[in-house]
């Protein structure tokens, strides 16, 4: 029989030789494991790398779609303009040909020339600071007296088309903090889209009723209210959208460029219908403290 130094000395080999298995055996799990790891981190890396390549793809695609749709808006909201400074142009020249020249022809034509080239350049502006992703210039100013500039501006264009224009401020000043080249463009914007609206109106009076006044929100209000004939409510609901437009000859990107001016600087730019004719447009900055 053996002793029990014997049998100690055997069940110690024999745990050993298990414990050697088992470390064996460990070793081989950990690296059939260790190389799943590196195989899926490999496999992470290369879906990262294809994904990253997708995404910078897409970006520039985005980047020139983006691009081609300024184009046309550039070739389209600058065309107009242009077109009617042109031949205003060309009227000017010939009123200042005939035997007596008509000053007065003159002179009106000259004032649309002026309105249509300041129109090009806040749109050629507004266009630019968009593409490049600028922020607008800060400084404070009043906005009454962005309204009466812009006003100034259309004053011939507003005798010609028979517009009554009754502007109402429940204060001095509405003092706004903002870039006054890019609010300039949004309050022309909207005080010529309503002149077109009612410029071949059948009504016999046409009315632009403008307010501005300080809300109770900390908030400069702007209203710009016409007598045209109003928007059916399917495309007042997307008058913002790029593309969308009423006129016939419209891109329909100067609502959709005026409401990013405003929500860049804070502010809301919204529409309803005013009834029983026109629309109604609501311009919100913050004001200035």
């Known amino acids: 029989?053996?002793?029990?130094?014997?049998?100690?000395?055997?069940?110690?080999?024999?745990?050993?030789?298990?414990?050697?298995?088992?470390?064996?055996?460990?070793?081989?799990?950990?690296?059939?494991?260790?190389?799943?790891?590196?195989?899926?981190?490999?496999?992470?890396?290369?879906?990262?790398?294809?994904?990253?390549?997708?995404?910078?793809?897409?970006?520039?695609?985005?980047?020139?779609?983006?691009?081609?749709?300024?184009?046309?808006?550039?070739?389209?909201e600058i065309n107009q303009p242009l077109g009617s400074a042109l031949t205003g142009a060309n009227a000017a020249l010939r009123w200042l040909d005939r035997a007596r020249p008509d000053i007065e022809e003159v002179r009106a034509a000259l004032e649309g020339i002026v309105i249509d080239a300041t129109r090009a350049g806040a749109i050629v502006r507004s266009l630019y600071a968009l593409a490049r992703k600028s922020g607008p210039?800060?400084?404070?100013?009043?906005?009454?007296?962005?309204?009466?500039?812009?006003?100034?501006?259309?004053?011939?264009?507003?005798?010609?088309?028979?517009?009554?224009?009754?502007?109402?401020?429940?204060?001095?000043?509405?003092?706004?903090?903002?870039?006054?080249?890019?609010?300039?463009?949004?309050?022309?914007?909207?005080?010529?889209?309503?002149?077109?609206?009612?410029?071949?109106?059948?009504?016999?009076?046409?009315?632009?009723?403008?307010?501005?006044?300080?809300?109770?929100?900390?908030?400069?209000?702007l209203s710009v209210i016409d007598s045209g004939p109003g928007m059916a409510n399917d495309i007042a609901d997307k008058a913002f959208e790029p593309f969308v437009s009423t006129k016939a000859t419209g891109l329909g990107m100067g609502l959709a460029i005026s409401r990013s001016i405003a929500e860049s600087h804070g502010g809301t730019l919204t529409c309803v219908p005013n009834l029983p004719r026109g629309m109604r447009f609501d311009f919100t900055l913050p004001a200035a403290h």
């Open 137 to 221: 210039q800060m400084k404070r100013f009043d906005l009454s007296e962005v309204v009466c500039e812009v006003l100034e501006i259309l004053r011939g264009e507003v005798e010609r088309i028979g517009i009554d224009i009754h502007y109402d401020s429940t204060t001095d000043s509405c003092e706004v903090c903002g870039d006054r080249v890019q609010i300039q463009q949004v309050v022309l914007n909207l005080i010529v889209n309503a002149m077109e609206a009612m410029r071949n109106d059948v009504e016999p009076h046409k009315q632009l009723k403008l307010g501005a006044a300080y809300s109770r929100c900390g908030q400069v209000v």
């Open 1 to 76: 029989m053996a002793s029990c130094q014997e049998r100690h000395e055997a069940e110690s080999t024999r745990v050993v030789d298990d414990l050697k298995k088992c470390t064996q055996a460990l070793s081989l799990e950990n690296a059939r494991l260790y190389s799943r790891v590196l195989a899926e981190r490999a496999e992470r890396e290369a879906v990262a790398r294809r994904l990253q390549s997708a995404q910078a793809e897409l970006a520039r695609t985005a980047r020139l779609t983006a691009m081609g749709e300024l184009v046309a808006s550039i070739v389209h």
